[in-house]
């Protein structure tokens, strides 16, 4: 499938309403407290059946600092001393949770994310794999995806040097912007040196894939300054970018209170920012797999697209689709079987559960044929750019035009302006679709299509 996006404003500003990011289907407001941790025991057994590999997520929560764009669940303190009793509660967890899966499933996706992971120190970081090692079988190093996010102002070639040890082969690094006035507006002094010394030390140590993370939308950005930063970025030709938009939503994520709305680029600026970016990262050889994701083409998610087998979970795209994912650590969500299942969201109560002999998921649910189908179809849209109608009636037995009467219809505006093309067998993004991926993946949603009123997600652009 050819790879190009392309960028056409009028479609933009007239379709860009605010949506979910699907890195689960149903997303996470439809998950409720009838599913608990017995419901989440018997998926695990379900499960077993299956010996599907397994992939796990480990939430690291503690920030340094707090940046004040920051939509992330994290807990900002100095305190380094609250790091080993959260290890504690996580090595209860783990051994708790690795009971309930068979020891000859392979781990071949393990994340560390956050927060700041590298906010532990080192001897930390070395027991922490220790000690999940010692309950899980973990793939090599040429099999397994191990990554881990990486702050700069939290690292250095020490510590570069016992992840690559413990067995991280990937990372993401967070960059955001280099640019002076925009660092003191967000909070986030972080200097270029910083950022390339931590990348040289990765490369050094044979760390497979790298990416960054740059925002646009933060305060006093234009495309001048922002194109600048891009550049530093493409110079230094990482595999993989992540081009994030910033949502300034302060009435939901409290530090964001401390940016002054007046600073922040106006939606016109916005879009000529993201604008000018995919054309420099398509000049500079990059492939846009979707929803901010940018990689090279010999990239293996570039490669996975390619052939049919990218899959999107809860930490972005993702070459692993067949694991089940454990996920460890507050507020983490795991997906085990047809299930989502959360651990509690506040660290005292998470520490309650954990102290008392239980695992600390609180809420979830138990997806139904009918969530399972379209689970498969937005995740064909929003992976592939398209969708083989044929070949999804045959994997669930159903009448694609029957079953998808009312998403066909809710697609057909879309179709005249040029976002879709829906022939006999195939749904097919077109360039101009692309970065509204997100609002036809709604067409397949039902649970928005049951809901009136705001919806609470973000805007695309
Ligand atoms: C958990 S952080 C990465 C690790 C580390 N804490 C750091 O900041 O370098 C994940 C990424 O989410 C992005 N992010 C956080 N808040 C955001 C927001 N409000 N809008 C867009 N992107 C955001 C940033 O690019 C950040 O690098
Ligand atoms: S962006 Fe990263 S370092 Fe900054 S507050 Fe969020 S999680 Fe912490």
Request: net charge negative.
């Amino acid at each position: 499938m050819e790879q190009g996006v392309s960028f056409d404003l009028d479609l933009i500003r007239r379709y860009d309403q605010s949506g979910p990011r699907y890195t689960s289907y149903p997303t996470a407001v439809e998950f409720d407290e009838s599913f608990d941790e017995a419901a989440y025991q018997t998926a695990c057994a379900r499960s077993n059946e299956s010996g599907r590999p397994l992939s796990i997520y480990f939430h690291l929560p503690f920030c340094d600092t707090v940046c004040f764009y920051c939509a992330c669940n994290k807990i900002a303190t100095k305190d380094r001393s609250l790091v080993q009793p959260y290890l504690e509660r996580v090595y209860r967890e783990l051994e708790m949770q690795s009971a309930l899966f068979d020891r000859s499933r392979q781990v071949e996706q393990l994340h560390w994310g956050g927060g700041t992971p590298t906010f532990l120190n080192n001897a930390q970081m070395i027991e922490l794999m220790e000690v999940t090692r010692r309950h899980f079988t973990l793939a090599g190093d040429d099999v397994g995806e191990f990554s881990i996010e990486i702050d700069p102002r939290e690292a250095d070639a020490a510590s570069i040097k016992v992840l690559r040890q413990i067995g991280f082969n990937r990372m993401s690094l967070g960059v955001q912007d280099f640019d002076p006035r925009v660092q003191t507006a967000v909070n986030r002094i972080q200097t270029e040196e910083q950022t390339m010394a931590v990348l040289n030390a990765a490369l050094a140590e044979g760390f497979r894939s790298i990416s960054i993370d740059l925002i646009y939308g933060l305060p006093f950005q234009s495309v001048e300054s922002f194109s600048k930063t891009l550049e530093r970025v493409i110079a230094v030709n990482p595999q993989r970018l992540s081009i994030f938009n910033y949502a300034h939503l302060p009435e939901r994520f409290k530090p964001q209170r401390r940016i002054n709305d007046a600073d922040l680029p106006a939606p016109e600026v916005k879009l000529d920012i993201l604008q000018s970016t995919i054309a420099r990262l398509t000049e500079a050889g990059y492939v846009y797999i979707g929803m901010d994701h940018f990689a090279r083409p010999d990239d293996e998610l570039a490669l996975a697209q390619q052939a049919g087998t990218l899959y999107r979970n809860f930490q972005g795209y993702s070459t692993h689709a067949d694991c089940d994912l454990i996920g460890i650590g507050v507020t983490s969500i795991g997906k085990v079987d047809n299930t989502y299942g959360q651990n509690r969201r506040g660290l005292d109560e998470y520490y309650a559960d954990i102290d008392a002999g239980h695992l600390a998921v609180f809420r979830g649910i138990e997806l139904n044929r009918d969530d399972l189908i379209r689970r498969d179809i937005i995740t064909q849209l929003i992976c592939h750019f398209g969708l083989d109608m044929r070949a999804a009636e045959a994997r669930w037995g159903i009448q694609f035009a029957d079953y998808f009467a009312d998403s066909l219809e809710k697609l057909q505006g879309m179709a005249e302006d040029g976002l879709v093309e829906i022939t006999a067998d195939e749904i097919r993004i077109l360039a101009p679709g692309r970065l509204l991926v997100r609002n036809i993946c709604m067409a397949f949603d039902a649970y928005l299509a049951a809901k009136t009123g705001p919806i609470g997600f973000s805007k695309v652009i």
